[in-house]
Structure formats: structure tokens, C-alpha cells
């Protein structure tokens, strides 16, 4: 650990385990009562998927995330946890104590995220929209329809 951690405030409450495998992500995942998904409002930011809120969903724990349209369509779609203002401690904190306080509502939410996973967010979903994606665009190019067409493939 680096020493400049430890003389950021509050640092002493901190777990520190560092790098894991998989199999310890997986483990340590297991131990959470939230994914905690807060990223300031930065460009690249406000307009992605955040990799880490697809495994918090996949692993059954409730979320909480900045309230950015990307997220917030997909937190607000599952039901899956808590959108906040990622420059606002207050509100993070609030979002966490509920959490800890409703475990009940926390561990539906889990169930809500994982549900997400397995019915929309996940691969063969993915590789629908990427396959009609691609089909369309050749479809577009004139040059490939027409080798398409000369080889009696078109539909």
C-alpha cells in the first residue's frame, strides 16, 4: 500500500486487500452489502456503461451510482439500487445507511440487478443487437449488396 494512503483522512477504517484474482473478487463480492458505482460527472463518464455496475448486478448486491442518464436508465429500468449525486457525501452516506438499515429492500434490489443480468444485460442479448448492427450497415453498402446479390445470397 502505497504511504500516501494512510494519511488520507479516515484511511484507518479502511480494509485494504489490494490486488485480487477473480476468485478473491468473487469472494469479496460475497461480503458486500452494495457496489458502490460513483464516478464524477466527467464526459467519458456521464455517457458509459460502467463495467463495474454489470458486476455488482451480476453478483447480486444493490447499486449505487451517480445519477447520470446512462446509469439512471438502467438502475431505474432493473430497480436494482440508488442513484446520487456522486459530488454530494451526504447523499452517498444517506444511500449506504439506508441500504444497511432495509436489508430486506437491499437484498431485493440484488435479486432485481441479477435478474437484469440474466434476462437483458448479457451476452446473447449483446450479440443479437451486434449481428442486425453489422447486418445492416453491409446491407447499406451498395458494393457488398451486390455481391451478395450476385452470389444469390440476399433475402
Wanted: net charge neutral; proline share 7%; with cysteine.
Amino acid at each position: 500500500m502505497p504511504a500516501s494512503l494512510a494519511r488520507i483522512p479516515g484511511w484507518n477504517r479502511v480494509t485494504f486487500v489490494g490486488p485480487l484474482g477473480r476468485t478473491e473478487v468473487a469472494g469479496e463480492l460475497r461480503k458486500a452489502y452494495a457496489g458502490l458505482v460513483i464516478l464524477h460527472p466527467e464526459p467519458n463518464y456521464v455517457a458509459s456503461q460502467p463495467v463495474k455496475l454489470f458486476e455488482y448486478m451480476c453478483a447480486g448486491i444493490p447499486v449505487i451510482a451517480s445519477d447520470f442518464p446512462v446509469c439512471r436508465e438502467i438502475v431505474d429500468q432493473a430497480r436494482c439500487g440508488i442513484l446520487v449525486d456522486p459530488r454530494n457525501p451526504e447523499e452517498i452516506a444517506n444511500a449506504i445507511q439506508f441500504l444497511l438499515t432495509h436489508p430486506e429492500e437491499a437484498e431485493e434490489m440484488g435479486r432485481r440487478g441479477f435478474q437484469a443480468i440474466v434476462q437483458r444485460y448479457n451476452w446473447a442479448n449483446e450479440e443479437r443487437t451486434l449481428l442486425r448492427f453489422y447486418s445492416e450497415l453491409f446491407l447499406r453498402d451498395d458494393a457488398y449488396r451486390k455481391r451478395l446479390v450476385d452470389r444469390g445470397q440476399t433475402a
